[in-house]
T-cell receptor, first 114, second 110 residues
Framework: DGGITQSPKYLFRKEGQNVTLSCEQNLNHDAMYWYRQDPGQGLRLIYYSQIVNDFQKGDIAEGYSVSREKKESFPLTVTSAQKNPTAFYLC?????????????FGPGTRLTVL | GQNIDQPTEMTATEGAIVQINCTYQTSGFNGLFWYQQHAGEAPTFLSYNVLDGLEEKGRFSSFLSRSKGYSYLLLKELQMKDSASYLCAVRDQAGTALIFGKGTTLSVSS
């Protein structure tokens, strides 16, 4: 079955710690995205990558970092510089060709800072 | 700037029809998406419009007017399971990044 996986589903972190959220897709999609969702805020774009070894900042990139060493993987690191990291994090991807129009989402990771 | 507006909340009863409106002002336009999101879950794709007019898919239809910067999602024969948030999103001129509205929470009662 093709799809996007994110792990873990729930993550707890102490203040001052960096944490990495995993995102893997086997859809052969070129473009991948990280969004953050807070209550009443909708989805806000953190980072995106359109090809391997290249990525761009979204609207709220401060305190986050990413890498795109493989087409299938786009991990997000939440650093201690992120002042309010508690949120629901969603990874997504878009394919080319006939699948160009639809953006698929992973199941999400809920991060809580203790 | 980029702006997408939707009502925050709507209520309706089972079997009824509800229309969720979305207005947008973006630097570019390359398609409008509607997603459904149940609490605690990821959004799921409902519809895509890039040309003016109505797209129908079962109980759900979506309409677009590019000249007015306006779309709506129409849900017919409402069911309790339709209680969810509905997200309007626009793809900008870059061709890939989606800009999301804050979502409309729909509550369906019996």
């Amino acid at each position: 079955d093709g799809g996007i996986t994110q792990s873990p589903k729930y993550l707890f972190r102490k203040e001052g710690q960096n944490v990495t959220l995993s995102c893997e897709q086997n859809l052969n999609h070129d473009a991948m995205y990280w969004y953050r969702q807070d209550p009443g805020q909708g989805l806000r774009l953190i980072y995106y990558s359109q090809i391997v070894n290249d990525f761009q900042k979204g609207d709220i990139a401060e305190g986050y970092s990413v890498s795109r060493e493989k087409k299938e993987s786009f991990p997000l690191t939440v650093t201690s510089a992120q002042k309010n990291p508690t949120a629901f994090y969603l990874c997504a991807s878009i394919g080319g060709g006939a699948n160009y129009n639809e953006q698929f989402f992973g199941p999400g990771t809920r991060l809580t800072v203790l | 700037g980029q702006n997408i507006d939707q009502p925050t909340e709507m209520t309706a009863t089972e079997g009824a029809i509800v229309q969720i409106n979305c207005t947008y002002q973006t630097s570019g336009f390359n398609g409008l998406f509607w997603y459904q999101q149940h609490a605690g879950e990821a959004p799921t794709f409902l519809s895509y419009n890039v040309l003016d007019g109505l797209e129908e898919k079962g109980r759900f239809s979506s309409f677009l007017s590019r000249s007015k910067g306006y779309s709506y999602l129409l849900l017919k024969e409402l069911q309790m399971k339709d209680s969810a948030s509905y997200l309007c999103a626009v793809r900008d001129q870059a061709g890939t990044a989606l800009i999301f509205g804050k979502g409309t929470t729909l509550s369906v009662s019996s």
